[in-house]
């Protein structure tokens, strides 16, 4: 028990400092970070399928990310079930470069802003039929950050224009 | 379930994939700017909620870049207990009805996540082990699990965390904890 004290010479001494432990340990914690636990089988399958990742977004049952492997950085889709990245055929061009994404929140549809060919672009790719379409942004502008809903029918995206950011809504067939 | 030989499924999906792509282009997507922001404010950052009712974006208060949370159904904004302060905030992160916002905020010189249960009022601050400064975060649908990327080693990686123990789950069909058999 910490309200055991030591008799001896420093006993007194020894209570004290424990008290004083035990007060700065409640004073901290009581404005720290709540305790949370990495999920660790996940978080070693992810360090090994990639050499770096960033940007991550998650859906239900899926986290997708930018990852770079051999140098090059790819969009990857990763089934949480068992932390393996998974196919998306179609997802990621040769010639492009992604910039940032979002998963529905039923992991169907993947928002994507990409570099191509020196122009930015807004696309939506539907997993189960493999395909990538770009979105007409208008008024024009280029688009930076992307946000989808849970369904990706709706699509929350920032975007420059005029030197100034702003976001638009849009709704998604 | 009739069984397609794989030349004929591709040809399927194909097929499939051009149709839609038609249609995708044949319509342009409705758009609008994101309801009720003043036309000379920048806003940053989207995040919308999974049922698509609400918005959080960044915007600048007194020149600090901070959190702001808005009903897109009336361009109406919504009040947050505790992101007032400890700005700049990035990152912001949207559960399904918009019950817990995650955010990057700033105490000290430490950058940290922190979770806002707008049921409870209850601010729940996250720290990623290893005591690394979190750059972005995601939060689960149900706001079970969050993803956050840090730097280690001189690299980016993607940590995720099980929030099971401290957030009720915030699933589709209204503020409620469902059983599991409800499922989503």
């Given at each position: 028990?910490?309200?055991?004290?030591?008799?001896?010479?420093?006993?007194?001494?020894?209570?004290?400092?424990?008290?004083?432990?035990?007060?700065?340990?409640?004073?901290?914690?009581?404005?720290?970070?709540?305790?949370?636990?990495?999920?660790?089988?996940?978080?070693?399958?992810?360090?090994?399928?990639?050499?770096?990742?960033?940007?991550?977004?998650?859906?239900?049952?899926?986290?997708?990310?930018?990852?770079?492997?051999?140098?090059?950085?790819?969009?990857?889709?990763?089934?949480?079930?068992?932390?393996?990245?998974?196919?998306?055929?179609?997802?990621?061009?040769?010639?492009?470069?992604?910039?940032?994404?979002?998963?529905?929140?039923?992991?169907?549809?993947?928002?994507?802003?990409?570099?191509?060919?020196?122009?930015?672009?807004?696309?939506?790719?539907?997993?189960?039929?493999?395909?990538?379409?770009?979105?007409?942004?208008?008024?024009?502008?280029?688009?930076?950050?992307?946000?989808?809903?849970?369904?990706?029918?709706?699509?929350?995206?920032?975007?420059?224009?005029?030197?100034?950011?702003?976001?638009?809504?849009?709704?998604?067939? | 379930?009739?069984?397609?030989?794989?030349?004929?499924?591709?040809?399927?999906?194909?097929?499939?994939?051009?149709?839609?792509?038609?249609?995708?282009?044949?319509?342009?997507?409705?758009?609008?700017?994101?309801?009720?922001?003043?036309?000379?404010?920048?806003?940053?950052?989207?995040?919308?909620?999974?049922?698509?009712?609400?918005?959080?974006?960044?915007?600048?208060?007194?020149?600090?870049?901070?959190?702001?949370?808005?009903?897109?159904?009336?361009?109406?904004?919504?009040?947050?207990?505790?992101?007032?302060?400890?700005?700049?905030?990035?990152?912001?992160?949207?559960?399904?009805?918009?019950?817990?916002?995650?955010?990057?905020?700033?105490?000290?010189?430490?950058?940290?996540?922190?979770?806002?249960?707008?049921?409870?009022?209850?601010?729940?601050?996250l720290r990623p082990p290893g005591n690394r400064d979190p750059v972005r975060v995601s939060l689960a649908p149900d706001g079970q699990r969050m993803a956050i990327q840090v730097a280690d080693r001189g690299r980016w990686r993607v940590e995720m965390l099980d929030l099971s123990s401290m957030l009720e789950p915030d699933r589709p069909g209204g503020l409620r904890v469902t059983t599991p058999q409800e499922g989503t």
């Open positions: 028990m910490i309200a055991q004290s030591r008799k001896n010479n420093t006993g007194g001494r020894s209570c004290l400092l424990r008290w004083s432990s035990v007060l700065l340990f409640t004073l901290v914690g009581g404005c720290s970070s709540e305790d949370i636990r990495p999920m660790q089988n996940l978080n070693s399958a992810l360090d090994r399928s990639s050499d770096a990742r960033r940007d991550p977004t998650l859906a239900q049952e899926w986290l997708a990310t930018l990852s770079s492997r051999g140098g090059r950085e790819r969009i990857e889709l990763i089934n949480l079930r068992n932390g393996t990245p998974v196919p998306a055929p179609g997802l990621n061009r040769a010639d492009a470069q992604p910039v940032s994404i979002s998963l529905s929140g039923d992991g169907e549809r993947l928002a994507l802003v990409q570099q191509r060919e020196g122009r930015t672009e807004l696309m939506l790719y539907r997993r189960s039929i493999g395909a990538l379409q770009r979105l007409d942004i208008n008024p024009p502008g280029v688009p930076r950050q992307v946000s989808l809903d849970g369904d990706g029918r709706t699509l929350a995206v920032q975007i420059s224009r005029s030197g100034r950011w702003d976001v638009d809504i849009i709704r998604l067939p | 379930m009739r069984r397609l030989p794989p030349i004929v499924r591709v040809a399927e999906n194909s097929l499939i994939a051009a149709a839609v792509s038609l249609l995708m282009l044949g319509c342009s997507p409705n758009a609008r700017r994101a309801p009720g922001a003043a036309v000379d404010r920048q806003q940053q950052d989207p995040a919308i909620s999974g049922n698509g009712n609400l918005l959080a974006v960044i915007v600048e208060q007194r020149g600090r870049p901070t959190v702001e949370l808005r009903d897109l159904r009336s361009g109406q904004r919504l009040p947050l207990r505790h992101l007032n302060r400890q700005q700049p905030h990035s990152s912001p992160s949207l559960s399904w009805n918009g019950r817990y916002l995650a955010v990057i905020t700033q105490r000290g010189n430490r950058r940290m996540a922190l979770v806002e249960d707008r049921v409870t009022g209850r601010a729940h601050p």
